[in-house]
Nanobody, 130 residues
Framework: QAQLVESGGGLVQAGGSLRLSCTAS????????MGWFRQAPGKERTFVAA????????YYTDSVKGRFTISRDTAKSTLYLEMNSLKPEDTAIYYC???????????????????????WGQGTQVTVSS
């Protein structure tokens, strides 16, 4: 059974950095769209970043552009989210997600949709103190 497992969350001061990792088991997602979402307390799960199956294109929500970087290492079947200049409003549970259909390309708006993604990790907590 395919699983995604996130790691790398924690407590950090404002202005600090964290790198989240997401490792797949049970199958690989090296040829699949993958993304990161986050959910703050009392709020809906929202899009953070996505990367195309070939890794050529990346997409970010406006609030993290210039601060976060999504990347993937196919040799390790691992997805990353490098987070710099963290702010208290970045505090949330961060989820890794994968499209179950390999080698698919979509119009940009689709990468932002939760419904595109079939597989989800259990989440990792990121807390940014002021």
């Amino acid at each position: 059974q395919a699983q995604l497992v996130e790691s790398g969350g924690g407590l950090v001061q404002a202005g600090g950095s964290l790198r989240l990792s997401c490792t797949a088991s049970g199958r690989t997602f090296n040829e699949n769209v993958m993304g990161w979402f986050r959910q703050a307390p009392g709020k809906e799960r929202t899009f953070v970043a996505a990367i195309t199956w070939g890794g050529s294109f990346t997409y970010y929500t406006d609030s993290v552009k210039g601060r976060f970087t999504i990347s993937r290492d196919t040799a390790k079947s691992t997805l990353y989210l490098e987070m710099n200049s963290l702010k208290p409003e970045d505090t949330a549970i961060y989820y890794c997600a994968a499209d179950g259909r390999p080698r698919r390309t979509y119009t940009e708006s689709n990468y932002y949709r939760r419904g595109l993604y079939d597989y989800w990790g259990q989440g990792t907590q990121v807390t940014v103190s002021s």
